[in-house]
T-cell receptor, first 113, second 114 residues
C-alpha cells in the first residue's frame, strides 16, 4: 500500500526567507503527487500537482515542487515566504485507478516577522 | 459562489445521538468523497462515490452511512455517535475517477461529541 511521510511536523521561518517542506512517498509504480494547504479553520486548497512530464512543477502563490524518483521525494519550495503562508501543508499521493488520496501527516508552517 | 459546500460548519452533540452532514458541489463533478481529519490533523479517506455509486469504503464502522441522492450531493449520516467520532469531516469532489484527479475540498464540518 502507498504511504506518504512528511518528516517535519513544525517549521518556523522568517518572512522573506526561503522554504522547503519535505515529502517522501512509498509506492511501487509512478505516483500522482499533490501538495495541499490548509489555513486555520479552512478546507484544503490545491497548491500544485505532478502527474508526468517535467519534474519541476509550478503552483499557485509562488510555490514549486520537484519530483525526484530516485529519492521518492516531492519537496515543496518557495523562494521568499510571506506571513500569509502560515498554514498546514499536506503532501498526498494518488495511485492507479483508485480514486482516493493518501495524505502525509502534515507540516505546520509558522512565519515570523 | 462556493464550489463544495458543507452544512453545518460546526456540530456539537451528545453521545448516542444521530446526526447528518450535508454536502453539495456545483462543479459538475462525477466523483465525491468523505474524508476524516482527526485531532492530530491526519486526513483519511472514508468513502468515494462515482456517479452516485459507492466505490470505496475504507473500513468505516456501519454507524456511518453515506447517501448520494444525485451526483451533486453526498450526505453523511452517523448513528449512535461516540466520543471518538469527534473530528473534522471534509467533503470533496473531483472531475474524474482515478489517482490522477484533483480533489476540491469543502470547508469542513467540525463535529464534537460530548
Amino acid at each position: 500500500a502507498q504511504s506518504v511521510t512528511q518528516p517535519d511536523i513544525h517549521i518556523t521561518v522568517s518572512e522573506g526567507a526561503s522554504l522547503e517542506l519535505r515529502c517522501n512517498y512509498s509506492y511501487g509504480a509512478t505516483p500522482y503527487l499533490f501538495w495541499y494547504v490548509q489555513s486555520p479553520g479552512q478546507g484544503l486548497q490545491l497548491l500544485l500537482k505532478y502527474f508526468s512530464g517535467d519534474t519541476l512543477v509550478q503552483g499557485i502563490k509562488g510555490f514549486e515542487a520537484e519530483f525526484k524518483r530516485s529519492q521518492s521525494s516531492f519537496n515543496l519550495r518557495k523562494p521568499s515566504v510571506h506571513w500569509s503562508d502560515a498554514a498546514e501543508y499536506f503532501c498526498a499521493v494518488g495511485t492507479g485507478t483508485a480514486s482516493k488520496l493518501t495524505f502525509g501527516t502534515g507540516t505546520r508552517l509558522q512565519v515570523t516577522l | 459562489d462556493t464550489a463544495v459546500s458543507q452544512t453545518p460548519k460546526y456540530l456539537v452533540t451528545q453521545m448516542g445521538n444521530d446526526k447528518s452532514i450535508k454536502c453539495e458541489q456545483n462543479l459538475g463533478h462525477d466523483t465525491m468523497y468523505w474524508y476524516k481529519q482527526d485531532s492530530k490533523k491526519f486526513l483519511k479517506i472514508m468513502f468515494s462515490y462515482n456517479n452516485k455509486e459507492l466505490i470505496i469504503n475504507e473500513t468505516v464502522p456501519n454507524r456511518f452511512s453515506p447517501k448520494s441522492p444525485d451526483k451533486a450531493h453526498l450526505n453523511l449520516h452517523i448513528n449512535s455517535l461516540e466520543l471518538g467520532d469527534s473530528a473534522v469531516y471534509f467533503c470533496a469532489s473531483s472531475p474524474g475517477w482515478g489517482g490522477n484527479t484533483e480533489a476540491f475540498f469543502g470547508q469542513g464540518t467540525r463535529l464534537t461529541v460530548v
